[in-house]
């Protein structure tokens, strides 16, 4: 694991540290840590699924075009239009 050493930390804030680590029952160094993982780890993960179905919403599909992608499924797609169109 990794070492970080913090210089000049005011005296205040290291009583602060210590006090806070008192009230959850951890060491000093446990609280940093604590507070750095808090800080830095996101709160929640972005799920790919919840992801989509927001940008779907947001585009405004409904059930119904969903059932008409379905239909579609499996099918060859259209040629692609060729320019100059004649």
Same mark, same amino acid.
């Given at each position: 694991? $990794?070492?970080?050493? =913090?210089?000049?930390?005011?005296?205040? /804030?290291?009583?602060?540290?210590?006090?806070?680590?008192?009230?959850?029952? *951890?060491?000093?160094?446990?609280? /940093? *840590?604590?507070?750095?993982?808090?800080? /830095?780890?996101?709160?929640?993960? /972005?799920?790919?699924?919840? $992801?989509?179905?927001?940008?779907?919403?947001? $585009?405004?599909?409904?059930?119904?075009? =969903? &059932?008409?992608? &379905?239909?579609? !499924?499996? !099918?060859? %797609? $259209?040629?692609?239009? !060729?320019? %100059?169109?004649?």
């Amino acid at each position: 694991m $990794a070492m970080l050493t =913090v210089r000049n930390l005011p005296d205040d /804030v290291h009583r602060a540290l210590r006090a806070r680590a008192a009230e959850h029952g *951890r060491s000093t160094e446990a609280e /940093v *840590r604590e507070i750095l993982a808090a800080a /830095v780890t996101p709160q929640t993960r /972005v799920r790919l699924g919840d $992801a989509i179905a927001a940008l779907a919403q947001t $585009a405004g599909l409904t059930g119904e075009d =969903v &059932e008409a992608l &379905e239909r579609t !499924k499996g !099918k060859t %797609p $259209a040629e692609p239009l !060729k320019y %100059p169109l004649n």
